[in-house]
Antibody, heavy 122, light 108 residues
């Protein structure tokens, strides 16, 4: 079955960096665009970034553009996101989510990981 | 940015009752709208995409309708496991996709 497992969250000081990982299994990872979506504690959902199935095309939300880099290693079936210059407002559960469509992203998310919590605090 | 407004914020119903959730977009999103269910401590689950198509494995009691700016998620007869928060999401303005603020369906 499709599985997405995030890791790398924790407590980080403001201004520091963090890299999150998402290990995928149960489907052909190289066929699907993958997204990061985050959710601040007690709040709604916010789309963060997407990477194409081949890793060539990337898009970011304006709220994180310039501070975040999404990447993938198709040989390891793993997605990454590097978040720099962390701010208190980056505190959230970060989910990786598979795009519903093969190849071209349609920005609907059919499988989600369980999420990893990032807390930005001094 | 396309703003999605969900109403009501909270819906108090009993098992077996019909639930009607609304999502209104600040501008037309055509049929590029999805609905998700989220239970406490869990990831969201895709219910409906393209306004009216049920995702894989979603029971028939869930249905979606609408186009343009006004959308509805209907749960025909609430089961105990349906009490959760529901979010709508549009992809019309990709990559700047947005979510609504959510509707909580609680047990009356």
């Amino acid at each position: 079955q499709v599985q997405l497992v995030e890791s790398g969250g924790g407590v980080v000081q403001p201004g520091r960096s963090l890299r999150l990982s998402c290990a995928a299994s149960g489907f052909t990872f190289t066929s699907y665009p993958i997204h990061w979506v985050r959710q601040a504690p007690g709040k709604g959902l916010e789309w963060v970034a997407v990477i194409s199935n081949d890793g060539r095309d990337k898009h970011y939300a304006d709220s994180v553009k310039g501070r975040i880099t999404i990447s993938r290693d198709n040989s390891k079936n793993t997605l990454y996101v590097q978040v720099n210059s962390l701010r208190a407002e980056d505190t959230a559960v970060y989910y990786c989510a598979r795009d519903r469509n093969v190849a071209a992203a349609v920005y609907f998310f059919d499988y989600w990981g369980q999420g990893t919590l990032v807390t930005v605090s001094s | 940015e396309i703003v999605l407004t969900q109403s009501p914020a909270t819906l108090s119903l009993s098992p077996g009752e019909r639930a009607t959730l609304s999502c209104r977009a600040s501008q037309s999103v055509s049929s590029y709208l999805a609905w998700y269910q989220q239970k406490p401590g869990q990831a969201p689950r895709l219910l409906i995409y393209d306004a009216s198509n049920r995702a894989t494995g979603i029971p028939a009691r869930f249905s979606g309708s609408g186009s343009g700016t006004d959308f509805t998620l209907t749960i025909s007869s609430l089961e105990p496991e349906d009490f959760a928060v529901y979010y709508c999401q549009q992809r019309s303005s990709w990559p700047k996709v947005t979510f609504g603020g959510g509707t909580k369906v609680e047990i009356k």
